[in-house]
């Protein structure tokens, strides 16, 4: 597409949308009587209108039933998850028993972990991005620590090379090559949160398998985001967020996926918890843990029923937008638009004041692109709220901004861009 720097082009563009009615789906920040232009669901995705209705209707079968809720109406609690993994497969190119929702990300990444980080003392090394999301850094470090690993000999973190701001993939590879010998787990994000790469999830797995290494991913920025076929692309486990892309509140509940060739590995060790446990004979209360089938087999606590309306509500206008098939279709536009408009700035002003270091290759993207400034960047970036933008600032100098298909118009990212302009 040829793009053009006019508010008229901008207009045309949402005029031609197919999906532009589901902006009205959202509550959006106010500013100065005015809709906020809201680029920051990479970090807090905007909240449906219809998540308050989910919740009351949640709330209402507690007042009515009390614990028969878990049993009786229209949503029986016991069974409420069950209605998450058919769109969370979609989203994730899964099997619907290779997904469940449980938990937070980072108390599901160590849960994992124990079942697929099994160290020994040739094997014992986990590779992942360098300046991966500091959560993902901690779990890492105290889980090589748990083990009786020295983090500095342990954890193998894979930075660009000189003067390259994103990661080769076939140095990613080359990178489980030389360690294979001693590589216990590859560990990567599906989308690296500070430069918004989105990396080759298949190669790197077919790279870890080849290496006879276990591959799991953080999709915490990928998850509602970017395509993903896990269950293809042969992925052994996989955790995300769902308050980010996929609009399911503050610290929303959270989901895994486990490959089905692990469903009967008995040698895969778990942290068990009643709810995980089969559910035929789970209110025998028998001793000795029984594993459900498949993915729910690796739950441990009591479905947080509240939590999972408000994800249900998310859920269900993906839903109601056919998947991620047009959304990422029009997510390309969005920012392949912005990528335009931050390049006629700096045009314009004859340097390059803004160096997006987001990969420029579609399909090694989602929604987001960070931006480099040069100068004055915090000042530019409080300049951009102050004027009703709201993105978010990483240190020393980058600015994320990522327009979502659900919500996010062509408009937005013309009027974004305007005050990028005027900000210098």
Partial sequence: MIYQDTPEFADS??????LKAFRAEFLIPQHEGRDAIYLCGNSLGLQPKSAVKYIASQL??????????WFHGDDPWLQFHHQLKQPLSNLGGAKIEEITVMNSLTVNLHLLLVSFYKPTTKK???????????????????????HGFDPKNAVI?????EGELTLRTED??????????ELALVLFS???YYTGQFFDIEAITEAAHEANVYAGFDLAHAAGNVPLELHNWKVDFACWCSYKYMNSGPGGISGIFVHEKHFDNKELKRFAGWWGYRPDKRFLMAPGFDPAKGAEGWQVSTSPIL???????ALDIFQKAGGLGKLRAKSLFLTGYLEYLIKEINRKQGEELFTIITPSDLNARGCQLSIVCKRDGKAIFNYLAQHGVIGDWREPDVIRLSPVPLYNSFKDVYEAAKHLAGAI
């Fill in 172 to 181: 990613i590879i080359s990178a489980i090559e030389q360690n294979a010998d």
């Fill in 124 to 146: 014992y090394k986990i590779l992942m991005e360098g300046g991966a999301f500091p959560s993902d850094q901690y779990a890492i470090e105290s889980q090589v620590n748990f």
């Fill in 13 to 18: 563009l949402d005029a031609q949308d197919e």
């Fill in 190 to 192: 599906g989308v690296n």
């Fill in 157 to 161: 973190e894979l930075f660009p090379r």
């Fill in 307 to 313: 939590l999972m309306a408000v994800h249900k509500a």
């Fill in 60 to 69: 209402t079968s507690w007042k009515e039933l009390a614990v028969e809720g």
